[in-house]
Structure formats: structure tokens, C-alpha cells
């Protein structure tokens, strides 16, 4: 649906929408590459009808998939704060480490292995940083999550 049918283009409720509609869809998106995968049920890719599902988003709330492993449907979605976003939040079984993920790249040499560090908070950039062994992430996710009380 157009802006100017819903007004609502300025709104938090339609900015969460939007970059849904971004990070899923858009290959140019900085964080495409993390949600490429996740479907956006067709209903929802019309604003009108997200919003009929998910009403107007409260304060300090963002969209937050209740099942990583799922897409983007009333379901699977809901307003939640970056703490509960947080206690959500799964990760991969190859790393056993909350907000460490182990990611492998091919190359033509060979496999490239890295960790990710990434914990996201309410209104903020995410915390994301990259290392070469799973020990400096769990060391910097200790110092980072000290810094911002969790």
C-alpha cells in the first residue's frame, strides 16, 4: 500500500515494516546476507495488512521473530524489547556460545573460518566484530556485555 493511503510512513510501527521488507528483500542491504533466507509471508509484504496483524508498535519495542528458524508471519512475530530479543536469541550449535556464531566462507584455497560476535541492543548500533578464535569472542562478548550491564 502507498504512503500517502495509510499515513503512516513516519511512524515506528511502518519504519519496523520497512526494513523487514529491506534486510529480506533487498540484495543491497547491509544485512541481507543474515536474513536472504527468511520468507515474509505474502500478506505482510503489503503494509496495511502487517499492520492489521501486528497493531502499532509500543515504545521501546522492535519486531522480533519468536523462532529464529522461522520467517516473518503473525505467528512467528511479535513486539518485544532488546532484553527479551535478547534471551530469544539462539545460536548455532557449531559455536555453543550465546551471540557467537562460527561462520565458514569457501574460497578457491580452501575454507576460511571465522566467529562473529554480534548482540544487538534497543536503539543502538549492534555490537559486531569479527575474530580469528572462538576464545577472543567469548573474552570481548564478556567485556561488552560488562559495559552495557547485561
Not at 497493531?55 to 519468536?66: H, M, Q, S, V, Y
Not at 503473525?74 to 530469544?88: E, F, H, L, V, Y
Not at 559455536?95 to 561462520?103: A, D, L, N, R, V
Request: charged residues 30%.
Amino acid at each position: 500500500m502507498d504512503n500517502f493511503k495509510h499515513g503512516m510512513s513516519k511512524t515506528p510501527t511502518y519504519n519496523s515494516w520497512r526494513s523487514m521488507i529491506q534486510r529480506c528483500l533487498n540484495k543491497n542491504h547491509k544485512n541481507y546476507t543474515y536474513y536472504r533466507n527468511k520468507k515474509i509471508c505474502k500478506k505482510w509484504l503489503v503494509f496495511s495488512n502487517f499492520f492489521k496483524d501486528m497493531g502499532e508498535r509500543p515504545a521501546n519495542t522492535t519486531l522480533d521473530r519468536i523462532d529464529d528458524a522461522k520467517g516473518y508471519n503473525k505467528k512467528n512475530c511479535r513486539w518485544a524489547s532488546a532484553r527479551d530479543q535478547n534471551k530469544n536469541r539462539k545460536c548455532f550449535s557449531s559455536s555453543g556460545q550465546k551471540h557467537i556464531y562460527k561462520i565458514n566462507v569457501k574460497t578457491p584455497s580452501g575454507v576460511y573460518t571465522y566467529f562473529q560476535l554480534e548482540i544487538k541492543r534497543l536503539n543502538k548500533k549492534p555490537i559486531r566484530r569479527s575474530f580469528k578464535s572462538k576464545d577472543l569472542a567469548i573474552l570481548f562478548r564478556q567485556q561488552a556485555l560488562k559495559e552495557i550491564g547485561e
